[in-house]
């Protein structure tokens, strides 16, 4: 998703606090202008984007006010890619700086596989096109709106994949800062396949040697020290991940306002609701999950690392009920156990029998089907301090930059 390039004059140099540490090498975080990174390893090529690639007409992947994704094949290879072709001069400003920081990121995350490819970049007088791996599935948010809803089951399989794509950014100081469905693509959609994250566009470099202060993000899945202009850490990327939980799992937005005001006040408030009947169908770890990351303050969220060893997302031990545990002693000794029905046979199913306090049951629960709501004009109006709204079903919103409207679709 292509956004407004921020201005990295003085003013916004002036939001970073060094601390100069002579005896330490700078960490590429710290060598960042504006935690943005300035150094790439990828040749860009020069030529004609089409004489290497055949551009496959019909519907776009994804486009934005300053970008439009195309699904394309190589020439050489015959392989599918997805091309994203990024404007380097956005209302006036030159945006390239940008763009080589987004490439600088996607190398890096090269060892990741929770982390789309970069195959190669290619720069025009006007554009520069980044060729990506092509995630056939598309946007996990595809399926929160389809009839095909994911299954708890399911949605704890892609949380696990997402938070150890995160968990890598993490550790090399790389925030997101914009985690949410439509950024989160699948390789396939049936069956479902794996996670790729995408859209590095918002993405900075952390360190502790700069303290950063943007206000950047999609006003749904925005931390609160981002609205109180505090400084952005790793954590500011699990508080989005709390809000992808709460959407994936409920199919709806927890944060959710009439308009971005009363959006950005539910934030700051934590006006959320844990009432939902969709949250009380759910296994009770999973509403554990959420409440750990959805904190106020950054320092009391859980990280990347800790979410992953929370029990919700720990694979469930088949057990027995305590009668089917007995009936199956007597017969192993009384005769030999057919290898079809050996108890680390992960494909059998388990025996009927009472249900007691010993079984664990992991209720595998539907989700329902999000409704998009109509767009309309957004009006700033004054909010009521007493007023507590609750969830809300989807509506589409465009990334904000310095709080300021940016119509325009998604894109990745």
């Known amino acids: 998703m292509i956004h407004d390039c921020p201005r990295v004059d003085s003013r916004h140099r002036s939001r970073f606090q060094h601390h100069h540490n002579p005896a330490a090498e700078p960490s590429p975080a710290a060598r960042s202008v504006g935690g943005l990174l300035s150094d790439i390893q990828s040749t860009i090529m020069q030529q004609p984007f089409t004489d ?17 994704v195309r699904k394309c094949v190589e020439k050489s290879s015959g392989h599918e890619y997805a091309a994203k072709f990024m404007r380097k001069r956005r209302k ?3 945006c390239r700086t940008e763009i080589i920081h987004e490439i600088a990121v996607l190398e890096m995350a090269t060892a990741s596989t929770r982390v789309i490819n970069l195959h190669q970049v290619y720069e025009m007088a006007s554009e520069m096109v980044l060729v990506l791996e092509y995630a056939a599935g598309g946007e996990i948010f ?38 949410k469905p439509q950024n989160i693509l699948l390789t396939s959609s049936s069956p479902l396949g794996d996670i790729k994250i995408v859209d590095f566009g918002l993405s900075r470099m952390v360190s502790s040697q700069q303290e950063l202060r943007e206000i950047m993000g999609t006003p749904e899945y ?40 009363e959006t950005f006040l539910n934030i700051s408030q934590l006006n959320v609701s844990y009432q939902e009947e969709e949250l009380q169908q759910l296994d009770p770890a999973a509403l ?74 992991m209720a595998a629960y539907t989700l329902g089907k999000c409704r998009q709501s109509s767009s309309s004009s957004l ?19 465009e990334p904000f930059s310095k709080l300021q409207e940016i119509p325009g679709e998604f894109i990745y």
């Open 92 to 94: 006036g400003k030159d």
């Open 222 to 261: 925005v931390a609160p020290e981002i609205l109180s202009y505090e400084p952005i850490s790793t954590a500011t990327d699990m508080w989005s991940m709390g809000v992808l939980a709460y959407v994936m799992l409920t199919g709806l937005s927890p944060f959710l306002g009439e308009d971005k005001q």
């Open 288 to 361: 554990s999950f959420i409440q750990m990351l959805l904190c106020k303050r950054p320092q009391d969220r859980a990280t990347a690392e800790q979410c992953l060893q929370h029990p919700w997302l720990q694979a469930p031990e088949k057990i027995l009920p305590v009668k089917d545990q007995e009936a199956s002693t007597s017969i192993s000794t009384s005769e030999p156990q057919s290898s079809t029905t050996a108890a680390g046979d992960e494909e059998q199913e388990e025996p009927e029998g009472p249900v007691v306090e010993e079984l664990i049951v």
């Open 142 to 179: 595809n399926q929160c709106v389809s009839d095909e809803a994911f299954s708890e089951e399911d949605v704890k399989r892609l949380m696990r994949q997402i938070l150890e794509g995160v968990s890598f950014l993490h550790q090399n100081n790389v925030v997101h800062l914009d985690l």
């Open 52 to 68: 290497n690639y055949s551009i496959i007409p019909g519907k776009e992947l994804g486009r934005g006010k300053f970008a439009v």
């Open 379 to 397: 009006e700033t109006e004054v909010l009521d301090g007493k007023k507590k709204p609750i969830s809300k079903c989807f509506k589409f919103e």
